[in-house]
């Protein structure tokens, strides 16, 4: 089944240190996203792609940086965590092309991540 | 600005009722689209309606969408307890760059 996946599903960490989220999709798609969420704030985009060299900030990229190292693969990674960085955090991709002339999005299964 | 809105964000109900989500928008757009997402999950695309009238259902959900008054509903009938998740509404506006700006969910839970 083509697919979007998430590696770590769930990670702890402590403030300073990098860490990196890894999504990857065999679904074909152009476009990729990340997203955070937290409890009783609804999705909030960070960062997206539409392909391998376009890049695009969202609504709250500071903090975070991303790589497209691939039509399949999309990063991110936090340079320096902090606490208020906890959340749980998605990947999704979309491809107008092939989903028809519409934008759905197709989601990865998440990943916690904890600052402590 | 654009802005999507739901009500409620809250739902408790009764197995048996009659609901319903609304989700409204701030500017044009005839693209809304509506996911679950079931605790700690991820987020399962439900239904994606793309014009003025656009209705669709799958088992207990129906979904419309009414482009002049920039309003979606998700009608709820005889509520099941497996129904119980958080839903949420994203709209497609031409001036987001075809990114999706999401509602804050509507968490709903169903009592036997």
């Known amino acids: 089944d083509a697919d979007v996946t998430q590696t770590p599903r769930n990670r702890i960490t402590k403030t300073g240190k990098r860490i990196m989220l890894e999504c990857s999709q065999t679904?074909?798609?152009?476009?990729m996203y990340w997203y955070r969420q937290d409890p009783g704030l609804g999705l909030r985009l960070i960062y997206y792609?539409?392909?391998?060299?376009?890049?695009n900030k969202g609504e709250i990229s500071d903090g975070y940086s991303v790589s497209r190292q691939a039509q399949a693969k999309f990063s991110l990674s936090l340079e320096s965590a902090i606490p208020n960085q906890t959340a749980l955090y998605f990947c999704?991709?979309?491809?107008?092309?092939?989903?028809?002339?519409?934008?759905?999005?197709?989601f990865g299964p998440g990943t916690r991540l904890t600052v402590l | 600005e654009l802005k999507v809105e739901q009500n409620p964000l809250f739902l408790s109900m009764q197995e048996g009722k009659n609901y319903t989500i609304y989700c409204n928008y701030s500017?044009?757009?005839?693209?809304l689209y509506w996911y679950r997402q079931d605790p700690g999950k991820s987020l399962e695309s439900l239904f994606v309606?793309?014009?003025n009238g656009a209705v669709k259902q799958e088992g207990r959900l129906m979904a419309s969408l009414d482009t002049k008054a920039r309003l979606s509903t998700l009608h709820i009938t005889a509520a099941v307890h497996d129904l119980s998740a958080t839903y949420f509404c994203?709209?497609?506006?031409?001036?987001?760059?075809?990114?999706?700006?999401w509602g804050a969910g509507t968490k709903l839970i169903i009592k036997p």
């Open positions: 792609s539409f392909d391998v060299k376009d890049i």
């Open positions: 999704a991709t979309s491809d107008p092309k092939t989903g028809g002339a519409y934008n759905e999005q197709f």
């Open positions: 994203a709209v497609d506006f031409m001036d987001s760059n075809y990114q999706l700006i």
């Open positions: 679904k074909g798609h152009d476009r």
């Open positions: 500017t044009t757009s005839d693209r």
């Open positions: 309606l793309l014009s």
